[in-house]
């Protein structure tokens, strides 16, 4: 039976209406990554940045001073409560994610939740059901399925390019955990979960695999490392205590896709020398494509009786669905941030031309269906390694 691909569709969602009042955001936690959801909304014209809520009243006045936002709250609780806001965006650390958001969705606010969605599968659901029953836009950022090759490669399978599915692989390889004296909030299963970076890093791989090949991952076989059991955690002053670590280095998941092909999978933060390494190469019946994160312009396509070519982004020779998300001309670079930028396009726009949250598809943005589907794939992980490496189906509901 031949596979099925994804649908060839526009993952574009930019409001068509130029004459419409200014979304307005707030977006709670501003660490490393909140400073980059405000770039990539400033970016878009029809939304702004309105207020922030950080760690303290202190930070934020301080973030808000820096960056020129109007607004800075004393909690997120005030940023979520305050009728002026109509999208709130929430970039704190994992543990942060469900509480702000079911505040958020309680306020009739529309949410942005930063990625993994959240600690378990159980707040996952608890949040993807409360916004059903509120019917507010609800979105996750996974970001970097919307890089412009990426989505061509998508496009490519989608139109029968590749072929039948067959192999699907690639890896997550940071180096920011290689050492004892390295440490980071990822480490604490309280704060970032239980399997650090295989739930966190990892989600991204989970969601492109899918989101590229149309498919869906139904079991996986998981075994995870950990190299490094006692790190140096600070604790102020140039101080450091002994952290017993809980959560594994590394991880290696095998994993079937629903139409039989086979992924495989790895992950970590102890690799020296591989900064922000994430690649994914889908092998079908007539070509392979592959894509990595640290050349993203580029796409690796592989033939058996014609040459290999390595293709760079030229908008015009894109697929017609992928065009709309190339902001330049060929030769100009688009990276991470455009990517972003082009995530929060879609999910504001759609707010902005007031969309029903029910035709909200997974595709022109992750919902909060698409980060509980891949909670249950994290839960099959764990249950996995938990039990020796043995083949764990993924829950359905």
Known sequence: ????????????????????????????????IGPHHLDAIRRLGFAEVTGIATVSEQDARRQAERYHISNHYA??????????????????????HAPVALAAIAAGKHVIVDKPMALNTREAKKMHDAARRAGVVNAVTFSIRYNVMLQQARAMIARGAVGD????????WQEWLTKETDFNWRLDPKQGGALGMISDAGAHWYDMVQHVTGRRIVRVLADFSRFIPVRQRPV????????????????????????????LFSTGAISAGHKNDLTLEVCGSRASVRWQQERPDELWVGRRDEPNQTWIKDPPLLDPSVRSLAALPGGHYEAWPDAFRNLMRNILGFIAEGRDPREADG???????????IARIVDAIAASAKAGGKWKPVARS
Request: charged residues 20%; proline residues 6%.
């Open 236 to 263: 102020g002053g140039g101080k450091t205590v002994d952290y017993r670590v809980r959560v594994p280095d590394f991880g290696i998941i095998l994993c079937e896709l629903d139409n039989g092909a086979r992924g």
């Open 363 to 373: 595709a022109t943005f992750p919902t909060f269906a698409t980060g509980l589907g």
């Open 75 to 96: 909690s997120w609780r005030q940023l979520v409560a305050d009728p002026a806001i109509d999208v709130v965006d929430v970039a704190t650390p994992t543990n942060l």
């Open 165 to 172: 599915i067959r192999v699907a692989t690639g890896h997550y």
């Open 1 to 32: 039976m031949r596979a099925r691909g994804p649908r060839s569709q526009d993952v574009q969602a930019e409001p068509t209406d130029t004459t419409m009042k200014k979304l307005r955001v707030g977006i709670v936690g501003f660490g490393f």
